[in-house]
């Protein structure tokens, strides 16, 4: 039995979430040797993203709509932390009253295509139709392929996969990690490379979040991942200078290989045009002097203007 009092841990309500949680969980467990399975109190907490379901999250607030009730019960105490997918929280943090405590190890960022046809992107027919609710993957789709028909896609993995299978759609782009951790792969056509399709920062990565100088930093500091953690740092660091969120057509994706670590960036126009493509690298420990850098070369290049005008989108639907 645990020496530690309960820790309240609050989640969404979806089996991707639970999932996760558990993956986190207990791996704290089995490094840690006063924890165990009943110090946790898991709370599923409805977010707006999730109520909210059948609209475009752009038209419904956009920013942290899966994590700002969770916020709000941690400020409360009525939870002690949070656990997000990173992707999901906006990189221009919530004034000084939180942090991110634990950054659990990636998995494969990269995005998976799921074809009723079984055939991959580029043998898709013309006129397919293609799921998501992605702004960037919707430019990342009509920047390879102008002859496909995107339709928005909303709602949790298991929505998703059933409205392919019922011909809603031909095929629907969903993250790899996600289908990893639901020990879905089986349903994946094809793995896109990153070249073509470069993820959203943060893409496969867990956080844990709490209040600022919470004693629970020790606990989780044990399953801490510290390239992750430097990973993620950099990309958020990106969004936060060129003032980016999740609605823009923006992909960066930072990678560290042995003592480098490469950052890349790609933004698009609404119509699938690239506007701006850069990687750079540089060593590990000058990860956030190498997010500096590549977002001043991107102000320099677009201007903050035309970036903002990139949360703009009248039609998600596109037709040929």
């Given at each position: 039995?645990?020496?530690?009092?309960?820790?309240?841990?609050?989640?969404?309500?979806?089996?991707?979430?639970?999932?996760?949680?558990?993956?986190l969980?207990?791996?704290?467990?089995?490094?840690?040797?006063?924890?165990?399975?009943?110090?946790?109190?898991?709370?599923?907490?409805?977010?707006?993203?999730?109520?909210?379901?059948e609209?475009?999250?752009?038209q419904?607030?956009?920013?942290?709509?899966?994590?700002?009730?969770?916020?709000?019960?941690?400020?409360?105490?009525?939870?002690?932390?949070?656990?997000?997918?990173?992707?999901?929280?906006?990189?221009?943090?919530?004034?000084?009253?939180?942090?991110?405590?634990?950054?659990?190890?990636?998995?494969?960022?990269?995005?998976?295509l799921?074809?009723?046809?079984?055939?991959?992107?580029?043998?898709?027919?013309?006129?397919?139709?293609?799921?998501?609710?992605?702004?960037?993957?919707?430019?990342?789709?009509?920047?390879?392929?102008?002859?496909l028909?995107?339709?928005?896609?909303?709602?949790?993995?298991?929505?998703?996969?059933?409205?392919?299978?019922?011909?809603?759609?031909?095929?629907?782009?969903?993250?790899?990690?996600?289908?990893?951790?639901?020990?879905?792969?089986?349903?994946?056509?094809?793995?896109?490379?990153?070249?073509?399709?470069?993820?959203?920062?943060?893409?496969?990565?867990?956080?844990?979040?709490?209040?600022?100088?919470?004693?629970?930093?020790?606990?989780?500091?044990?399953?801490n991942?510290?390239?992750t953690?430097?990973?993620?740092?950099?990309?958020?660091?990106?969004?936060?200078?060129?003032?980016?969120?999740?609605?823009?057509?923006?992909?960066?994706?930072?990678?560290?290989?042995?003592?480098?670590?490469?950052?890349?960036c790609?933004?698009?126009?609404?119509?699938?045009?690239?506007?701006?493509s850069?990687?750079?690298?540089?060593?590990?420990?000058?990860?956030?002097?190498?997010?500096?850098?590549?977002?001043?070369?991107?102000?320099?290049?677009?201007?903050?203007?035309?970036?903002?005008k990139?949360?703009e989108?009248?039609?998600f639907?596109?037709?040929?």
């Amino acid at each position: 039995m645990s020496n530690l009092n309960k820790i309240l841990v609050g989640i969404r309500d979806s089996e991707l979430s639970r999932t996760q949680t558990n993956l986190l969980l207990n791996q704290l467990i089995s490094v840690s040797d006063n924890i165990d399975i009943e110090t946790f109190d898991i709370k599923t907490i409805k977010t707006k993203g999730d109520v909210h379901n059948e609209q475009r999250l752009d038209q419904i607030g956009g920013k942290g709509l899966f994590i700002k009730e969770i916020e709000e019960h941690i400020k409360r105490s009525k939870v002690d932390v949070g656990i997000h997918s990173m992707k999901d929280v906006p990189a221009e943090e919530d004034g000084n009253e939180l942090e991110i405590i634990c950054w659990f190890k990636r998995e494969n960022p990269c995005e998976a295509l799921l074809s009723n046809s079984g055939q991959n992107f580029f043998d898709l027919s013309p006129g397919s139709v293609i799921g998501t609710s992605s702004i960037r993957r919707r430019a990342q789709i009509l920047n390879l392929r102008k002859d496909l028909k995107i339709k928005l896609l909303r709602g949790n993995v298991d929505t998703r996969i059933r409205k392919l299978k019922e011909n809603n759609y031909d095929a629907i782009i969903l993250s790899v990690a996600g289908l990893k951790r639901l020990g879905l792969t089986e349903r994946i056509t094809e793995e896109l490379s990153d070249e073509q399709f470069l993820p959203a920062a943060c893409q496969g990565t867990i956080g844990v979040q709490s209040k600022c100088n919470s004693n629970l930093k020790k606990v989780f500091e044990l399953i801490n991942h510290d390239e992750t953690k430097m990973e993620s740092i950099t990309e958020r660091q990106v969004l936060k200078n060129i003032n980016a969120n999740c609605n823009s057509p923006v992909s960066v994706y930072a990678k560290i290989v042995n003592n480098m670590i490469s950052v890349q960036c790609d933004i698009f126009d609404h119509d699938g045009n690239k506007l701006f493509s850069n990687k750079i690298s540089k060593e590990k420990e000058n990860y956030i002097k190498i997010a500096n850098t590549l977002s001043q070369e991107i102000l320099n290049d677009l201007g903050q203007e035309k970036i903002n005008k990139l949360n703009e989108l009248d039609d998600f639907n596109y037709t040929p």
